[in-house]
């Protein structure tokens, strides 16, 4: 049974910064794609950033240059470093995995960033 479980979320105030992780069972983490995605109250779920197998990286624009993806595939630990955090990054963040073909998500963690 594949399981992911995101921690690190919080309450932080504008400019703060959070490091959010998620741990995977029962798929092999290096071998799958690993993305971060968000979704804010009346919002659609969107991506945050993507970052596959051969280390291929891809963000929203809205987070470049603030947001970084790192992985520990001995830990089978994704992360997700947020820095300079707004207001409007304030969302439930969610961890995906894709393994051949299959997409699995976490339960998401909860982000507020008071101005």
């Known amino acids: 049974q594949v399981q992911l479980v995101e921690s690190g979320g919080g309450l932080v105030q504008a400019g703060g910064s959070l490091r959010l992780s998620c741990a995977a069972s029962?798929?092999?983490?290096?071998?799958?794609?690993i993305g971060w995605y968000r979704q804010a109250p009346g919002k659609q779920r969107e991506l945050v950033v993507i970052n596959s197998p051969g280390d291929t990286t891809n963000y929203a624009d809205s987070v470049k240059g603030r947001f970084t993806i790192s992985r520990d595939n001995a830990k089978n630990t994704a992360y997700l470093q947020m820095n300079n955090l707004k207001p409007e990054d304030t969302a439930v963040y969610y961890c995906?995995?894709?393994?051949?073909?299959?997409?699995?998500w976490g339960q998401g963690t909860q982000v507020t960033v008071s101005s």
């Open positions: 029962g798929i092999t983490f290096s071998i799958a794609a």
């Open positions: 995906n995995a894709v393994q051949l073909g299959r997409f699995y």
